[in-house]
């Protein structure tokens, strides 16, 4: 894909700085989220927080605070905390603070592959729980569910990863930026035909990046819409 392997692509409603998962240009199915949020819910513990939760993609003025001392350039690339020795405790301050923070999400997982741990240290949770903590969140919320289905395709996860992708195609109905990042998703995990579909449906919705159409022909799977 045209951004590092980390976010999906661009969309004006989904735009950030700094991160390896490119929103300018990336990066439970409905029944799996309703038995995670009833049985983990406790597991994962509440949402309520002493600041927040906001949303990411709505209440930025609220995050800025938190950005400013927690999630710092630092603390996104992994170099060491802000606030705390282990980079951990300020990536589980912002994620509490806002559940679907993009970047953080993205940061924890590059954490727990670079730790190779479900939990490193200074999180309060599981790696999976802060997704869950996310979409108990805000389920429609499509750029964590990708974040989500890639991190359990890295696990070894396809039919998780998948049912993650669907909800979030269902979820999003006709918006390209979804459609799009979803085909450069099941692509690069060499789904060829769900990623031409989606590629297609995209296009036709009017996205104008073409690194899926180019990395479809190049692969010698691209087809014109029949």
Request: charged content about 15%; hydrophobic content about 35%.
């Amino acid at each position: 894909m045209q951004v590092p392997p980390s976010v999906p692509a661009s969309s004006p409603k989904h735009t950030h700085h700094g991160s390896g998962l490119d929103l300018r240009a990336i990066m439970l199915g409905a029944a799996l989220l309703g038995c995670a949020a009833g049985s983990q819910a406790s597991s994962c513990g509440p949402l309520a927080n002493g600041y927040g939760p906001f949303d990411y993609v709505t209440q930025k003025s609220q995050i800025g605070v938190v950005e400013q001392h927690h999630f710092t350039p630092r603390v996104e690339a992994l170099v060491g905390g802000a606030t705390s020795t282990h980079v951990g405790e300020d990536i589980d301050y912002t994620l509490k603070a806002s559940p679907n923070h993009h970047r953080a999400l993205l940061s924890l997982v590059r954490l727990g592959k670079k730790t190779k741990s479900t939990q490193p240290v200074g999180l309060a949770y599981s790696v999976e729980c802060y997704f869950e903590r996310a979409l108990r969140f805000r389920p429609a919320d499509s750029v964590v569910r990708m974040i989500y289905a890639r991190y359990l395709f890295q696990d070894q996860r396809a039919t998780q990863a998948n049912q993650q992708l669907e909800q979030t195609v269902a979820t999003a109905g006709d918006d390209p930026f979804v459609h799009y990042n979803v085909g450069l998703l099941y692509l690069e995990h060499e789904n060829y035909p769900l990623a031409l579909a989606h590629a297609h449906k995209a296009y036709a919705l009017g996205f104008s990046q073409t690194a899926l159409r180019d990395r479809l022909q190049l692969l010698g799977r691209w087809k014109e819409p029949g």
